[in-house]
């Protein structure tokens, strides 16, 4: 049997906002205005206006959210922002001369929506850009303080960001425990309680009920993982043991893991399942619980076990139909198709419904009545089933029935309803802008305003000193009636009590009482005159031996007794005084006994105390010591955040850093590969160009010498080669002529020599790009031996902490075992100590001596104590020493008694024999 669950539910799982699918009518009037004011001093604002419709574990887009879920709640909340800041304006008291303007985004309740205008709040005030600075202390945001956001996941997404321009954040809805924590989130503050509190009642309550296995599941975002956190490290010290813990995601389906979940569940065999969650993910949970519960207590029965036949496949097919009616509404239906599309609707969903029912009535009658069950069960499993699905099969036609034919169409029910709805203007305060007149139309404009606005604060003023006089008057007529109710109370009382002494049986009882007492009284005083009788006849007979005493004296005065008897008596007196002697000597020998003994204990009493002083100090020592570890602790702690920060810091330094190299190097190959190209052509068209004009190599060079010098040189060479190389020029300057198209000569020459000097500023850039290529590759190679140098020096920074960690855990471990041995040896010592106290108490109680003595000797009476214990036992000892004096005497008294000082010394100080 599966065990039956006690689900103990948290009261912080956030309630389920209403939100529907279309904003209503009222909100389509509002202007884009109403959620930005200019101001002296801007407030940011972030609320869930809308709520996110679409599915982002379906986007293939960065930019496709869209929120489109109207959510009146949020509205509300920015709302009532708005009208705030409007009233504190208004009021010209709380703010003169400044005035407050705020600037309110929709969240969309999504930790991707956030961010934008989270940014939009860091920009600067001046130019209103959020520039990259190296010291931001003189930087100035453009918003001042921000109000929300209302959840904690959307808090951890903006806290650290705002902490570190230190811009206060009032969130009304953020409970993390997270939050707290000062370094991290320096500017936070909340409107509510934090999550340890509610943590520490769950556990509380547990604990009060005594369940004490339980399971623990959240929803898998900041506020679930943090409740389920805190409440499992609560739980460690108090006795309950969390069998199981389990995630519920947000972000994507979360059927497959809370079927997961309640597998695990059943698998712990826990009674109590405690929930961290919001209100989407708790609702599905316990929607998945609830089915799963009534099945799975039952899914030993029969009818349970055929309820998958032909009748789950009708629901099935019923729910399908219902589904796909829905497929009239596409394109543009007209008024004839959306009737008929209501009555299929309804009429699939009452078949459904129906076989559900009917299934639902089977189990709870089998459940409930078996005996009865067994013998209907054909019946129930038979045709009734099927004659109760036509039934309301056929009440539900029927009235579809009559629908499609005698039915209107909604828009002509309400026109014929004929219902006037009645406009509401909300208050919104001031206005954020206001053109301005004449002067003479302002000044009476503003005459009136604040005429108007000191007429309505005195009204409101007037209003609260009503309310408050009301609120004070029924209060006081209260105390009143419940005062004049507890006095009809006591008046019935005593008027009840009256009625009982008057009734006969009363008045019978209290004739009996008083004459019994009458009987009595009369009894005692004839035993009092009895007694005074006999008290002079005792005095008679004490007179009377007196007066016998006296007589004898005289005779024994009057009689001369013999010498024997004289001697007789003298050798009995000095046998009595020997006898005395040697028990006083005995018993002042026993005496002294005690006393070393007594001054032994005093010794060991002092010795003790010393060693508690020290031991004391000793532990206050240790304590100081066990304070200064977990401070080193909490700074190693620290040390170790900030180090791992760092570490972060730097990785994500580095991989920037990467990626910018491998975008410099490809973009340096792509230039390399153009520039091989440029000069790949320009090298062939060079080629081309110095093949052709090789057989004209010694004209140019004839040309730059001078057109003087250049007549020598070609009459030399006609000279020197003959009429054949003037043949050969001439036909190598004509192909020349016929490839470029240039008959002159000198211009020839001319562009040759641009070519050349072009050719040579591209080689002399590839050189350069070449040189700078080699740079950046000496810069790349310097950067990755410096990231693997960092890498290295933070893994050995982290071993470093982490081995400190480990060797402070550990001495604080042995701090504390110390400290635990040294306070049970204090208990210890308290408890001898205690007892000596108690012991000390009695026998000076016993003893019956004087506490004035001792209270006006050390000037209070608080009794014994760890200081003034020595002066209680020095008063004990002296009244041992009367008490033993005494018993001396008046044993030495009595002749006749057998004197033992060690008896005697053994029942004074309380010893056994």
């Known amino acids: 049997m599966t065990a039956h669950w006690t689900f103990l539910v948290l009261c912080c799982v956030l309630c389920r906002l209403s939100h529907s699918e279309d904003p209503p009518g009222w909100f389509q009037n509002i202007s884009t205005s109403l959620f930005n004011l200019p101001g002296d001093i801007m407030l940011g604002g972030l609320f869930h206006i809308n709520l996110l419709s679409s599915d982002l574990s379906q986007r293939t887009e960065p930019d496709n959210i869209s929120c489109e879920n109207f959510a009146e709640a949020g509205l509300g909340l920015a709302l009532v922002m708005k009208y705030a800041v409007d009233e504190i304006n208004a009021n010209q008291l709380l703010l003169p001369g400044m005035k407050l303007g705020y600037e309110i985004y929709d969240t969309c309740r999504e930790s991707a929506v956030i961010l934008q205008p989270t940014m939009s709040f860091l920009t600067a005030k001046s130019n209103k850009v959020l520039s990259a600075e190296c010291n931001y202390t003189n930087y100035e945001t453009s918003i001042s303080a921000v109000i929300g956001p209302m959840s904690s996941e959307m808090v951890s997404v903006i806290g650290k960001l705002l902490g570190f321009f230190l811009m206060p954040q009032v969130s009304f809805g953020a409970t993390s425990d997270k939050f707290s924590d000062k370094l991290l989130y320096p500017s936070f503050f909340r409107t509510v309680p934090s999550d340890k509190w509610q943590v520490k009642v769950m556990a509380l309550l547990l604990k009060e009920f005594g369940w004490n296995w339980v399971a623990v599941v959240g929803s898998d975002e900041e506020y679930g993982q943090r409740g389920v956190q805190e409440f499992s490290k609560i739980t460690e010290n108090m006795s309950v043991c969390v069998a199981y813990q389990g995630l519920i995601p947000m972000y994507t389906d979360p059927g497959p893991a809370i079927t997961t979940i309640i597998d695990n569940i059943n698998a712990t065999k826990v009674g109590v399942v405690v929930v961290f969650a919001l209100a989407e993910p708790a609702a599905i949970f316990f929607k998945e619980v609830s089915v799963g519960v009534v099945f799975l207590k039952h899914r030993g029965s029969f009818i349970v076990a055929a309820s998958g036949g032909t009748l789950s496949f009708v629901a099935l097919i019923s729910l399908m139909g219902a589904c796909l009616s829905l497929v009239l509404f596409l394109g543009q239906p007209r008024d004839m198709v959306c009737r008929l599309q209501l009555p299929l609707s309804s009429i699939f969903k009452t078949v459904a419904i129906s076989i559900i029912t009917f299934i639902s009535l089977q189990i709870l009658y089998v459940t409930e009545f078996p005996k009865m069950a067994a013998s209907h069960l054909h019946i129930l499993r ?401 950067t990755q031996e410096e990231i693997k140098k960092f890498e290295v020096a933070s893994l050995q920074q982290e071993q470093d902490h982490r081995s400190l960690l480990r060797d402070i855990v550990e001495q604080q471990k042995e701090t504390e075992s110390q400290a635990e041995d040294y306070e049970n040896q204090a208990s210890i010592m308290s408890k001898i100590l205690e007892q000596i106290k108690t012991g000390v108490n009695g026998i000076f109680s016993e003893m019956e001596c004087d506490r004035s003595v001792i209270e006006d000797m050390l000037g209070s009476s608080t009794g014994i104590s760890e200081n003034n214990i020595m002066s209680y036992l020095g008063l004990v000892e002296q009244k041992t020493n009367e008490l033993l004096t005494i018993q001396a005497y008046l044993t030495s008294k009595d002749l006749e008694k057998d004197y033992n000082p060690k008896d005697l010394a053994k029942f004074l100080t309380g010893s056994k024999s």
Request: charged share 35%; aromatic share 6%.
């Open 382 to 782: 038979g045709p009734g089933i099927w004659l109760f699905v036509l039934v309301c099969f056929a009440v539900q036609g029927a009235l579809c029935g009559w629908f499609l034919v005698e039915g209107s169409t909604l828009s002509e029910y309400v026109a014929n309803l004929k219902i006037d709805f009645p406009s509401v203007t909300m208050p919104r305060g001031r206005l954020a802008t206001s053109a301005r007149s004449d002067g003479s139309d302002v000044d009476i404009d503003g005459t009136a305003e604040s005429e108007i606005a000191k007429l309505q604060r005195q009204f409101r003023i007037m209003e609260g000193d009503r309310q408050a006089y009301t609120i004070q008057a029924r209060e006081q007529i209260r105390k009143q009636q419940q005062e004049m109710e507890n006095l009809l109370k006591e008046q019935e009382e005593l008027n009840r009590n009256l009625g009982a002494c008057k009734s006969l049986s009363r008045q019978q009882q209290d004739s009996e009482d008083t004459q019994s007492l009458r009987a009595l009284l009369e009894q005692r005083d004839m035993l009092e005159e009895e007694l005074l009788k006999e008290k002079q006849c005792q005095k008679e007979v004490e007179k009377e031996v007196a007066n016998m005493e006296l007589k004898l004296a005289e005779l024994r005065k009057s009689d001369v007794s013999g010498g024997d008897t004289q001697r007789s008596e003298l050798r009995q007196t000095q046998k009595a005084i020997r006898t005395l002697e040697y028990k006083l000597d005995r018993s002042l020998t026993r005496f002294n006994e005690q006393l070393t003994k007594n001054c032994h204990l005093r010794e060991e009493l002092q010795t003790l105390h010393i060693e508690r002083i020290r031991f004391q100090q000793l532990h206050n020592r240790l304590d100081k010591e066990l304070y200064d570890v977990r401070q080193k602790i909490g700074e190693t702690v620290n040390l170790s955040t900030a180090a791992y920060d760092a570490r972060v810091e730097a990785q994500s330094k580095m991989t920037m850093m990467r990626e910018k190299a491998v975008k410099d190097l490809a973009q340096y190959n792509a230039e390399m590969k153009e520039l091989e190209r440029v000069i790949a052509h320009e090298c062939i068209l060079k080629e081309f160009m110095s093949t052709k004009c090789s057989e004209r190599s010694g004209q140019d060079e004839g040309h730059e010498l001078g057109h003087r010098q250049l007549s020598e040189l070609k009459e030399q060479r006609r000279v020197d080669s003959g009429e054949e190389s003037l043949d050969a020029l001439d036909e190598v300057f004509q192909r020349i002529e016929t490839v470029t198209g240039e008959d002159n000569l000198d211009m020839l020459v001319t562009r040759f020599i641009q070519v050349e000097d072009q050719n040579f500023a591209l080689f002399n850039f590839v050189n350069e790009q070449n040189n700078e290529a080699e740079a950046l590759r000496d810069r790349i190679n310097q």
